[in-house]
């Protein structure tokens, strides 16, 4: 996370995993991206959006303060994966994230191997109601 705070695209880049395909990046509202100069250009452009925002004067600083909640880890021995919730912007309501990533253990390196990013409907104005048994807005 200090690499998209700092956005240190090299210590990005470092940090996925290359083999067996190399990464993938799902994120909302895109199609899923492979490989790592795609999982690059991914950020790269996160980046970019986020100093535009800053330029447009909606926001304040210039670091992307990602804010990290109810981060879950679990691990095994080639394996790991981490859920959280990722706040970050000017507008944290707005730009709130559950996230998953997945990591693999290649001899003692830890890489990132996926991922997944979803908006958080709960933190939205409107979003699926679960006791809504009309599926019309499906």
Same mark, same amino acid.
């Given at each position: 996370?200090?690499?998209? *705070?700092?956005?240190?695209?090299?210590?990005?880049?470092?940090?996925?995993?290359?083999?067996?395909?190399? #990464?993938?990046?799902?994120? #909302?509202?895109?199609?899923?991206?492979?490989?790592? +100069?795609?999982?690059?250009?991914?950020?790269?452009?996160?980046?970019?959006?986020?100093?535009?925002?800053?330029?447009?004067?909606?926001?304040?600083?210039?670091?992307?303060?990602? *804010?990290?909640?109810?981060?879950?880890?679990?691990?095994?021995?080639?394996?790991?994966?981490?859920?959280?919730t990722q706040r970050y912007g000017p507008d944290e309501e707005e730009?709130?994230?559950?996230?998953?990533?997945?990591?693999?253990? +290649?001899?003692a390196d830890w890489t990132l191997a996926h991922q997944h990013a979803?908006?958080?409907?709960?933190?939205?104005?409107?979003?699926?109601? *679960?006791? *809504?048994?009309?599926d019309d807005d499906l």
């Open positions: 996370f200090e690499a998209c *705070d700092k956005k240190d695209l090299h210590t990005i880049r470092s940090l996925l995993d290359d083999d067996h395909g190399g #990464p993938t990046l799902a994120l #909302p509202g895109r199609n899923m991206v492979e490989g790592v +100069d795609e999982v690059v250009r991914s950020y790269e452009r996160f980046f970019a959006r986020h100093a535009l925002i800053i330029e447009q004067g909606v926001g304040t600083g210039s670091a992307l303060a990602i *804010d990290i909640v109810d981060l879950r880890v679990r691990v095994s021995t080639n394996v790991a994966y981490t859920t959280c730009n709130t994230l559950q996230v998953t990533d997945v990591f693999r253990k +290649d001899r979803s908006i958080d409907f709960h933190k939205r104005e409107h979003h699926f109601d *679960d006791d *809504d048994d009309d």
